[in-house]
């Protein structure tokens, strides 16, 4: 995987670099590292690694916190001189349109993890070694990893890149992500706190 072209992209949050990698130049769905221009890649950067979520990222669905996350991550990035590494990996890995079949399943009852498994999918199928790369051609040794997911700290943890510290991001569950949310907290380790965190 290369990096294949970058432009400076003005955004509410503040002024980023965003570069795109793929394997190929003519790749429709490559990676991206959104970079703040305050970054200092010789000093420990704040990043957050962000899976592709079509529904919460662009139309803002509340059946997660995706969207949310995302927002915040920006913006923290921007604050910080921070980077927000985007991986085309929707719906855990398993796709848009099987995420929406899953979310079928969950509207009769099932839980985001029994969903996948009737419909004979991983859990959780996504892979990191793609942001490892990018962080690596950015030139980033040290990093303060924006997460609330122990798969990530792993990853990250066995790799080059040194992890300083993790920073929470704490999103307040909504009603129609509460039982989502305190799923990836109960089943899948996610570090997160919701009981008694319902906004409107």
């Given at each position: 995987m290369k990096r294949q072209s970058e432009a400076v992209m003005p955004m509410p949050y503040g002024q980023f670099r965003m570069i795109a990698y793929a394997d190929r130049k003519r790749e429709k769905m490559p990676h991206f590292a959104l970079v703040s221009e305050n970054m200092n890649p010789d000093k420990p950067v704040l990043v957050r690694i962000h899976s592709e979520c079509v529904t919460g990222d662009l139309f803002g669905s509340k059946r997660c916190d995706c969207g949310e996350q995302l927002d915040k991550a920006l913006?923290?990035?921007?604050?910080?001189?921070?980077?927000?590494?985007?991986?085309?990996?929707?719906?855990?890995?398993?796709g848009i349109i099987n995420k929406l079949k899953a979310y079928q399943l969950q509207d009769t009852g099932l839980n985001t993890i029994d969903a996948n498994t009737h419909l004979g999918l991983e859990v959780d199928s996504r892979e990191y070694d793609m942001a490892i790369d990018i962080l690596k051609d950015l030139g980033i040794g040290t990093i303060d990893l924006l997460t609330n997911n122990p798969l990530k700290i792993e990853a990250i943890a066995t790799s080059e890149i040194h992890i300083r510290k993790r920073v929470p991001l704490h999103i307040p569950a909504k009603k129609e992500n509460y039982g989502y949310l305190k799923t990836k907290k109960d089943k899948m380790g996610h570090l997160l706190s919701v009981n008694g965190m319902i906004s409107n």
């Open positions: 913006q923290l990035a921007a604050k910080e001189g921070g980077i927000v590494v985007y991986l085309r990996q929707e719906g855990r890995g398993i």
